[in-house]
């Protein structure tokens, strides 16, 4: 049964960081590519980034570029996401998820329960 837990989340000021950790059970973690994805109050969701499983290729959305760190720890069985300059915009539901192929950013077949960061001063 494939399990994805998210922790590390909370409370930062704008500007801060946090890093969010997903532990990963249930399946061959370092055949599959690992992402993460956002679900703001009263938005969509939006996809922030993805890491194939080697972590050879790792792609961010525009949003995020230059502040956001996606890495992973194959022998761990978890996938990290260092966040940094937050702005309060990015206050959301962080969902970590698994994808359907070695590199499969965007196409993703199990979540997490997601866990909320709120950024506020």
């Known amino acids: 049964q494939v399990q994805l837990v998210e922790s590390g989340g909370g409370l930062a000021q704008p500007g801060g960081s946090l890093r969010l950790s997903c532990a990963a059970s249930?399946?061959?973690?370092?055949?599959?590519?690992m992402n993460w994805a956002r679900q703001a109050p009263g938005k969509g969701l939006e996809w922030v980034s993805g890491?194939?499983?080697?972590?050879?290729?790792?792609a961010y959305a525009s949003s995020v570029e230059g502040r956001f760190t996606v890495s992973r720890d194959n022998a761990k069985n978890t996938v990290y996401l260092q966040m940094n300059s937050l702005k309060t915009e990015e206050t959301a539901l962080y969902y970590c998820?698994?994808?359907?192929?070695?590199?499969?950013?965007?196409?993703?077949?199990?979540w997490g329960k997601g866990n909320l960061v709120t950024i506020s001063s």
């Open positions: 998820a698994k994808g359907r192929t070695y590199r499969a950013h965007y196409d993703m077949d199990y």
């Open positions: 249930g399946f061959t973690f370092s055949n599959y590519a």
């Open positions: 890491s194939y499983s080697d972590g050879s290729k790792i």
